[in-house]
């Protein structure tokens, strides 16, 4: 591929000045070479790895951190869109932090019990064995927030943490929400210290994982619970879909705080919903989330999203990623400063299929989306625990080397 910066969109060209100005102007660096190397191939027109590949290098090392610390704080001024045309070839975005624990030869109970630094070591050994372009630095250990509001959680061995008892069972409940513990979210800072932790040694593309409003409130009253109650109730859910916005918002800035360029917002309970009711209940309200982030946000609902994907699209959320939903159908229904990020099924191929079979399911959803620009590659939802790591690196692989 040659990147030739006169012919390179305005995004890409700014990156890739940056990288030459450090280049020209640095004159003793370990990894200089290479970099130096990479420029003359651009400005020649010779054939040179994608940008975003580079970018992977250079995060990597330590001796190119202050070039990379330059790249994120260009990076913070970009839309979703522009990193995906800058990339130089299709993104991954990688779900798959239960498999970092099997990679680390760890349990998930171990890591979601075991504090900041054990999980920092185990997502380490996960993303430097994948090198993704996106890469989420915390354990999926949403359920945990209720535990400030007397909720009461339970840690499977090899299972994420799920809520046992919801704090919030009725109106006289609601008194609750007022009343934080914070002696009870140990477990909630700990996993913000992992941020933290790659922040201070590498310079890649940190995506933080904040829980949507809907979902949050599943977490406090309990996700059937609340779907019956929309009908039942809608005051008392709108009530505490205000107070998981205000939670939503502070858990993200957190995470930005600490490092994170990107957001995802999982929804997965919004799901439950009919068109009316996730307008009413979870969309509205998840707009409310991303309008108080400064930063691009990606939102993702599990599930058969395709009777909502205007909605979804209208939050204002960068990206919207979907599991079951035909992708080719839902491109013209979907803003082109949006971008759409799915769905290669976890549980199907790529858990049970051979390398060669996930590479062809693979290329076959790269080769429909060919001409969509707007275009991330992903799997659907969280790639279980027992995938082989094979499996993954063959998914992997093939992005990366599409053309």
């Known amino acids: 591929m040659a990147l030739m910066i006169a012919r390179q969109p305005k995004e890409t060209a700014v990156l890739i000045g940056i990288i030459r100005d450090y280049a020209r102007n640095t004159t003793d660096g370990q990894d200089l070479e290479e970099i130096k190397g990479w420029v003359n191939k651009v400005e020649g027109g010779e054939p040179a790895q994608p940008l975003i590949d580079l970018m992977d290098l250079i995060a990597y090392k330590e001796s190119l951190r202050p070039l990379g610390l330059q790249l994120l704080e260009e990076i913070k001024r970009m839309t979703l869109l522009d990193l995906v ?53 915390i354990f999926p250990d949403l359920a945990p927030v209720v535990e400030p509001f007397g909720g009461k959680v339970e840690t499977p061995e090899d299972q994420v943490p799920m809520v046992v008892e919801h704090p919030i069972k ?43 409003p809907f979902s949050l409130a599943g977490f ?28 939503a918002v502070m858990g993200a800035r957190t995470q930005i705080e600490l490092g994170a360029e990107i957001v995802l917002v999982g929804d997965p ?25 400064e930063r691009p946000v990606i939102l993702h609902v599990c599930g058969q999203t395709s009777h909502i994907i205007e909605m979804m699209c209208a939050t204002g959320a960068q990206g919207i990623s979907v599991d079951l939903v035909d992708l080719p159908a839902i491109v013209s229904r979907v803003p082109s400063d949006v971008v759409i990020i799915g769905n290669i099924s976890p549980v199907g191929t790529l858990l049970n299929g051979t390398a060669e079979e996930v590479r062809k399911e693979t290329k076959d959803l790269l080769d429909k989306m060919r001409d969509v620009p707007n275009y991330i590659l992903a799997t659907g939802c969280e790639i279980p625990l027992e995938t082989p790591y094979e499996n993954i690196m063959a998914m992997v692989e093939t992005v990366k080397n599409y053309h």
């Open 220 to 247: 406090l009253i309990g996700a059937e619970q609340i779907a019956r109650m929309t009908i039942k109730d809608p005051e008392f859910v709108k009530t505490v879909l205000d107070f998981s916005v205000g939670l």
């Open 85 to 137: 045309t800058a990339a130089g070839r299709r993104m991954y975005f990688h779900l798959a932090l239960s498999v970092h624990s099997r990679l680390a030869g760890t349990t998930i109970r171990e890591n979601i019990l075991g504090g900041a630094e054990r999980q920092f070591k185990t997502i380490q050994i996960g993303l430097e064995k994948v090198h993704p372009d996106f890469n989420i630095t």
């Open 269 to 293: 309970t919004a799901s439950l919903l009919s068109p009316k009711a996730y307008q009413t209940f979870a969309a509205e309200y998840t707009r409310k989330v991303i309008e108080q982030i």
């Open 170 to 212: 009725s109106r006289e409940d609601l008194h609750k929400l007022n009343n934080m513990d914070m002696s009870k979210a140990g477990r909630f800072l700990e996993t913000m210290k992992t941020i933290q932790m790659f922040t201070d040694q590498y310079t890649f593309l940190k995506c933080s994982v904040a829980a949507g």
